[in-house]
């Protein structure tokens, strides 16, 4: 077992892709926030903001240009990575790739098997278990990548858009599995998500992050109760404020439309959210 609890502190973190003769901006500029151990961080912001970018920072997936990521369990501290992208190894089954990562955590292998199928048959894939990921839907992959997640047993989990290419129902199952294992394990999550109900349904915290360079703009506490449903907090009591804080601050009124001067992500919402 993994250390279940850490922390994640970001410091002044900025993040540059080589460009061809140096002209690229900052993907991300300035960013700081922490993540207590234990808590659900969400991050919304236009599409191209520098979210994933953000993400693969913390995970030391791309350099640092300035700034610091600390985790409280060190170099040593787990972290799961569900990619945007699945990522997952074309040439294993959807049960090998999670059998992979549960013998990085130790379990022999026939264990291995039992469990990367009980995961599996949570996801609602049982019946995937040996097909390859060329033979799945993006939806299935994507579950496959989240299973696979919760069977490296990190402490951090860094997820990116990890629920967006499932139908309304699996969605509901999927996110209600996720939230179960937090409940019991109390994981540190840092969500990356599109989708603002999905955000604050999920999230103790929302980041609000303006177009490139990504910086946040605007934290907005959402402070409902635990535990949650993934469908039926959005019928919690102060759910519809929440809501309308994050669209705020994306820069929309409540009047409809993009407001541009309350101070959010000004003019570029209709851009990044089609
Ligand atoms: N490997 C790369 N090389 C060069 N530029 C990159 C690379 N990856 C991302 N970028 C650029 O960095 C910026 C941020 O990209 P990033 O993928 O972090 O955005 P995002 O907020 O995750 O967008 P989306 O919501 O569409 O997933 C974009 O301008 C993108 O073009
Ligand atoms: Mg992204």
């Known amino acids: 077992m993994s250390a279940r609890r850490a922390s994640v502190s970001v410091r002044e973190v900025s993040v540059r892709y080589p460009g061809a003769a140096g ?30 970018t953000l993400l693969k920072a913390i995970a030391g997936l791309v350099p640092l240009a300035a700034g610091e990521v600390t985790l409280s369990g060190g170099a040593e501290t787990r972290v799961g990575f569900v990619f ?3 990522a997952l190894l074309p040439w294993r089954t959807a049960s090998g790739n999670i059998e992979v990562a549960l013998r990085l955590s130790g379990e022999r292998a026939t264990a291995a098997k039992g469990r990367a ?35 490296y047993d990190p402490a951090v989990f860094l997820m990116d858009e990890s629920f967006t290419a499932l139908d309304a129902q699996t969605r509901i199952q999927v996110g209600n599995f996720f939230l179960e294992i937090l409940a019991q394990s109390g994981q540190t999550v840092l969500f990356v998500t599109h989708d603002i109900e999905e955000a604050v349904t999920l999230a103790d915290r ?8 990504g910086r946040i703009v605007r934290t907005i506490e959402v402070g409902l109760a ?11 009591s102060g759910f519809k404020e929440r809501q309308q804080a994050v669209w705020d ?15 959010g992500v000004r003019g570029c919402v209709m851009r990044g959210w089609a």
């Not at 635990?226 to 919690?236: E, G, I, K, L, Q």
């Open 206 to 213: 929302v980041l609000v992050m303006s177009r490139g360079p």
């Open 249 to 263: 601050a994306l820069g929309y009124s409540h009047g409809g439309g993009a407001a541009g001067g309350s101070g």
């Open 226 to 236: 635990r535990p949650r449903d993934y469908y039926a907090s959005r019928f919690a």
């Open 84 to 86: 945007q992208s699945d």
């Open 117 to 151: 199928r009980a995961l599996l048959e949570r996801v609602g894939l049982g019946e995937a278990s040996e097909k390859f990921p060329g033979q799945l839907s993006g939806g299935m992959r994507k579950r496959v990548a989240l299973a696979r997640a919760l069977a």
């Open 23 to 52: 002209e690229a901006g900052p993907a991300v500029e300035g960013v700081s926030f922490a993540v207590e151990a234990g808590e659900f961080v969400a991050i919304v912001g236009p599409s191209g903001c520098g979210k994933s």
